[in-house]
């Protein structure tokens, strides 16, 4: 096989929180009455949150101080995190589990690669706490993607060179990150569009076509 371990995002591709961070992120700006819709919530997949504030502050007319800003991402944590508090096994979807299960029984190493630091308690919520033979997230990162830190670490964690490896992925800053770490990288949905992306994914099944 190419291939000895899969390295996943989470967010997007295990599971699907992206209205969570929106409507979390919605009750600041909103707070701040500062423009935010869905399309810019798009553009916060895989980034961490620090960097998605500033994202959101593209829009706000004032100034902040950084203890301001760290403050605005905690209350936007807290409210993420009553959202995650409400997922339970059931959010994960029968066909992600199938093909996990198929693509370890295939012998392939399974990690996760998220930039989230609340990954570990998403993996609780939907019951894979101890499924996945590593987890790299973003509490063991010091920059997020398009750097390729988070995937290096799931790696090395592994004990896999990256040339042996697959990266999952639904944002285009995770293929690039993904691509400059030396990984060939699968995009799911519109990361598969990405002209860096090795494969393209209709759906998450389809990763069962390329390990063969
Ligand atoms: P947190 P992934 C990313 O997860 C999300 O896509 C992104 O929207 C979020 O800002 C980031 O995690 C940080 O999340 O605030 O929970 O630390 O897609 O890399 O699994
Ligand atoms: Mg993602």
């Known amino acids: 096989m ?46 961490s949150r620090m960097e ?7 829009n706000f007319h004032g100034t902040l101080s950084e203890e301001e800003k760290y403050a605005l991402a905690e209350r936007k944590n807290e409210e993420y995190k009553r959202f995650l508090g409400q997922m339970t096994e059931k959010d994960l979807s029968l066909e992600v589990k199938a093909v996990l ?16 630091k609340n990954a570990k308690f998403i993996l609780e919520r939907l019951g894979l706490k101890d499924y996945f033979d590593a987890v790299s997230d973003g509490t063991n990162i010091s920059k997020s993607k ?8 799931a ?3 592994l004990s896999i060179p990256p040339d042996k490896s697959l990266v999952v992925e639904d ?3 995770g293929i690039q990150a993904a691509k400059s770490g030396g990984f060939d990288a699968a995009g799911l949905g519109e990361a598969g569009e990405d002209k860096m992306a090795d494969y393209a994914l ?3 099944k389809e990763l069962l076509k390329i390990m063969i």
């Not at 919605?26 to 935010?36: H, N, P, R």
């Open 171 to 173: 944002a285009k800053a």
């Open 146 to 153: 398009p750097d390729p830190e988070v995937f290096l670490k």
């Open 202 to 204: 209709k759906s998450f």
């Open 2 to 47: 190419k291939y000895q371990a899969v390295i996943l995002d989470l967010d997007g591709v295990i599971c699907f929180t992206d209205h969570y961070h929106y409507l979390a992120w919605k009750k600041i700006a909103d707070d701040l009455e500062t423009y935010f819709d869905e399309k810019i919530n798009n553009r916060l997949r895989g980034v």
């Open 155 to 157: 790696a090395e964690f």
């Open 101 to 116: 299960d198929e693509l370890r029984g295939r012998g392939l190493k399974l990690a996760i690669g998220s930039s989230s």
């Open 52 to 58: 998605s504030l500033e994202i959101i502050l593209e």
